[in-house]
C-alpha cells in the first residue's frame, strides 16, 4: 500500500492546515470530481481511470461496493483516489477498502475527526513499510510449580481475523513478565480449532495491547487493537470482535527467568497452550522444568503506560 494522505476541506484557522498534506478550495488541476450518489458517478469515475492524477469521490450517503469499484480499477493505473470523509465510522471503510484503500481523505475541520483519521493513517501507514514491523524480545523462562488457581472469571479473546500457527497474545499477572498464550489453532480429537481465539486467563491478567500499553483483560471491548506475537517477537495488530467471559477452573504457573519471577492463571483446559522453543505446551500437562516464553520489562505501569520507577507485583 502506498501512503494515505489527509486533506483539509477548506482553509481552516484553528491549526489543522499544519497538519494536512493538501488544502483543498473546490478545484484544482490534476482532480477531478465525481458525485457517487448512483450508478452513473461509478462509470464516471471508472471512465477517468487512468486519464487523471486525482479522482475525488463524494458521496451523499457512504456507499462502500462502488468505492472498492474505483479502487480496484485504479490500483496500477497511476490515477488516485480521494474520498470525502465526514463521519468517523467511514475511515476504515476508505482507509483500508479492498486492502489497498484510498490514497487520501478529505475531511472538514473537524478536530475530532482529524484525530480519529490520523490513528487510522497511521495505522495504514505503519503496514506501508516493510521497516516498521515491530518485535518484542522473547526469552525462555523455567516453570517451577503448577498449582490450583481456584475459580473465576477466565477471557476468551475472540479476534476479527484468524491466527496462525505460532501466533497468540502475551498475558500475566504482571505487566513486567508476560507470558506467550497461543491461540486455539492447535487441532484436538475432542474439540474442533477455534483460530480466531485466544483464550487469555483470568480477567485481573494484564494483556499487549497494538499501541505498546497494557490492559487488564477485564477493560477489554470489542473493537480495540491488541497485540498479536509470535515466536520470534513479530508483533501485528488485530481488533477484538468479542469477549466471552464465564467461571472456569484455573491452574497457576509459576515461572523464573534468571533472578525474576512471574506467574500467570490459565483456564485448566487442553486447548490453553503455551510456547517453548520448538513447540507448544498445553498448560494440563506442564510440568515443572518446562521452559515457556516469556517478555519481561522493568519499571512501573500507570494507566497501562510505562513510567520510571519501581514496582514490585506478586
Given at each position: 500500500?502506498?501512503?494515505?494522505?489527509?486533506?483539509?476541506?477548506?482553509?481552516?484557522?484553528?491549526?489543522?492546515?499544519?497538519?494536512?498534506?493538501?488544502?483543498?478550495?473546490?478545484?484544482?488541476?490534476?482532480?477531478?470530481?465525481?458525485?457517487?450518489?448512483?450508478?452513473?458517478?461509478?462509470?464516471?469515475?471508472?471512465?477517468?481511470?487512468?486519464?487523471v492524477d486525482?479522482?475525488?469521490?463524494?458521496?451523499?450517503?457512504?456507499?462502500?461496493?462502488?468505492?472498492?469499484?474505483?479502487?480496484?480499477?485504479?490500483?496500477?493505473?497511476?490515477?488516485?483516489?480521494?474520498?470525502?470523509?465526514?463521519?468517523?465510522?467511514?475511515?476504515?471503510?476508505?482507509?483500508?477498502?479492498l486492502q489497498?484503500?484510498?490514497?487520501?481523505?478529505?475531511?472538514?475541520?473537524?478536530?475530532?475527526?482529524?484525530?480519529?483519521?490520523?490513528?487510522?493513517?497511521?495505522?495504514?501507514?505503519?503496514?506501508?513499510?516493510?521497516?516498521?514491523?515491530?518485535?518484542?524480545?522473547?526469552?525462555?523462562?523455567?516453570?517451577?510449580?503448577?498449582?490450583?488457581?481456584?475459580?473465576?472469571?477466565?477471557?476468551?479473546?475472540?479476534?476479527?481475523?484468524?491466527?496462525?500457527?505460532?501466533?497468540?497474545?502475551?498475558?500475566?499477572?504482571?505487566?513486567?513478565?508476560?507470558?506467550?498464550?497461543?491461540?486455539?489453532?492447535?487441532?484436538?480429537?475432542?474439540?474442533?480449532?477455534?483460530?480466531?481465539?485466544?483464550?487469555?486467563?483470568?480477567?485481573?491478567?494484564?494483556?499487549?495491547?497494538?499501541?505498546?500499553?497494557?490492559?487488564?483483560?477485564?477493560?477489554?471491548?470489542?473493537?480495540?487493537?491488541?497485540?498479536?506475537?509470535?515466536?520470534s517477537g513479530?508483533?501485528?495488530?488485530?481488533?477484538?470482535?468479542?469477549?466471552?467471559?464465564?467461571?472456569?477452573?484455573?491452574?497457576?504457573?509459576?515461572?523464573?527467568?534468571?533472578?525474576?519471577?512471574?506467574?500467570?492463571?490459565?483456564?485448566?483446559?487442553?486447548?490453553?497452550?503455551?510456547?517453548?522453543?520448538?513447540?507448544?505446551?498445553?498448560?494440563?500437562?506442564?510440568?515443572?522444568?518446562?521452559?515457556?516464553?516469556?517478555?519481561?520489562?522493568?519499571?512501573?505501569?500507570?494507566?497501562?503506560?510505562?513510567?520510571?520507577?519501581?514496582?514490585?507485583?506478586?
Amino acid at each position: 500500500m502506498i501512503r494515505v494522505e489527509l486533506w483539509l476541506e477548506g482553509e481552516d484557522s484553528s491549526g489543522l492546515t499544519g497538519n494536512a498534506d493538501r488544502v483543498w478550495i473546490g478545484e484544482a488541476a490534476d482532480v477531478a470530481v465525481v458525485h457517487l450518489d448512483d450508478h452513473r458517478g461509478q462509470d464516471e469515475a471508472l471512465s477517468l481511470v487512468g486519464m487523471v492524477d486525482w479522482i475525488l469521490v463524494r458521496c451523499s450517503d457512504w456507499t462502500m461496493i462502488p468505492l472498492e469499484n474505483i479502487v480496484a480499477a485504479a490500483a496500477g493505473s497511476g490515477t488516485r483516489v480521494a474520498a470525502a470523509i465526514s463521519k468517523t465510522v467511514d475511515l476504515n471503510g476508505a482507509a483500508f477498502a479492498l486492502q489497498h484503500g484510498v490514497d487520501a481523505l478529505l475531511l472538514p475541520a473537524d478536530e475530532q475527526l482529524w484525530v480519529a483519521a490520523e490513528a487510522v493513517a497511521g495505522e495504514r501507514n505503519s503496514q506501508d513499510s516493510e521497516e516498521s514491523t515491530e518485535t518484542v524480545e522473547l526469552l525462555l523462562a523455567g516453570v517451577t510449580s503448577i498449582e490450583s488457581g481456584g475459580v473465576g472469571e477466565r477471557v476468551c479473546v475472540d479476534l476479527t481475523e484468524r491466527l496462525a500457527l505460532g501466533e497468540g497474545m502475551l498475558i500475566g499477572s504482571s505487566a513486567n513478565a508476560l507470558v506467550l498464550i497461543h491461540g486455539e489453532t492447535v487441532p484436538s480429537e475432542f474439540v474442533p480449532s477455534r483460530p480466531f481465539r485466544i483464550n487469555a486467563g483470568a480477567v485481573h491478567a494484564y494483556c499487549l495491547m497494538a499501541d505498546g500499553s497494557t490492559r487488564y483483560l477485564s477493560e477489554l471491548e470489542a473493537g480495540d487493537a491488541v497485540a498479536i506475537t509470535d515466536s520470534s517477537g513479530a508483533i501485528r495488530p488485530a481488533s477484538i470482535g468479542r469477549l466471552k467471559i464465564e467461571r472456569r477452573p484455573f491452574l497457576l504457573v509459576r515461572f523464573e527467568i534468571g533472578e525474576r519471577s512471574g506467574q500467570v492463571l490459565a483456564q485448566q483446559a487442553e486447548t490453553v497452550r503455551f510456547i517453548n522453543e520448538t513447540d507448544t505446551l498445553s498448560v494440563t500437562s506442564l510440568e515443572a522444568g518446562d521452559r515457556i516464553m516469556v517478555r519481561t520489562s522493568t519499571g512501573m505501569r500507570h494507566v497501562g503506560r510505562k513510567v520510571a520507577g519501581e514496582m514490585n507485583e506478586r
